[in-house]
């Protein structure tokens, strides 16, 4: 009796295990993907049906679908050839791995410090552009990210917060340009706060 229980927790273990395996390569389809759409050879955002996905790994089958695209319902009828570039790489082609790639290195245009890492926790990075506007990255739609890493200049968060306040509050805004003009090569007010004579305050 007891070598039967034995078997049957051992067979009830390998089965979770493997459930729990193939769950989680399903997981990897989950989220907003890029691609390159075969068709008209532009971006486009596509999502995995990946649930779907996961109760036919249960059962030992593969099936990716999509589930959504932006091209859609104009391309509903499509090939679905895309499918293709998803499955070869689907960590390399989510948003949120595209745009971390993007900002890896990369310093803020405004401050000139590095933009640090994508993080769920903090304030997302942005984007500014030539009009001097600047967005977070995650409030695009993903098709046109690329178009927007190309054409834009990345920010930091603390950037991004003041050049939004200065563009939608500028009543609630005193500009008072700074520039690095102190003795000790600190920065200094300039204007109407700057020192009449610099060296009298050596
Ligand atoms: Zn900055």
Redesign the pocket.
């Known amino acids: 009796m007891a070598t039967e229980v034995y078997l049957v927790t051992g067979l009830l273990v390998i089965l979770v295990a493997y459930l729990a395996m193939r769950v989680h390569q399903m997981m990897k389809f989950q989220g907003s993907m890029l691609v390159t759409c075969p068709e008209n050879r532009k971006p486009a955002a596509v999502r995995i049906a990946w649930m779907r996905a996961i109760r036919a790994a249960a059962l030992g089958k593969k099936q990716l679908q999509l589930c959504a695209c932006s091209r859609w319902p104009e391309m509903e009828k499509c090939e679905r050839d895309c499918l293709f570039q998803v499955e070869r790489d689907p960590e390399g082609h989510k948003d949120w791995n595209v745009a971390a790639n993007y900002f890896a290195g990369k310093t ?6 590095p ?1 640090e890492a994508l993080s769920h926790v903090d304030d997302y990075p942005a984007l500014i552009d030539k009009q001097m506007k600047s967005r977070e990255w995650d409030k695009l739609r993903p098709e046109d990210l690329p178009a927007a890493f190309e054409n834009c200049k990345p ?6 917060a003041i050049e939004t306040l200065i563009r939608e509050q500028p009543e609630r805004v005193t500009y008072r340009p700074w520039e690095r003009s102190g003795p000790l090569g600190e920065y200094r007010p300039e204007g109407e706060n700057k020192p009449k004579n610099i060296e009298s305050h050596v």
């Open positions: 803020c245009v405004c401050c000139g410090k933009i920010i930091c968060s603390s950037c991004h």
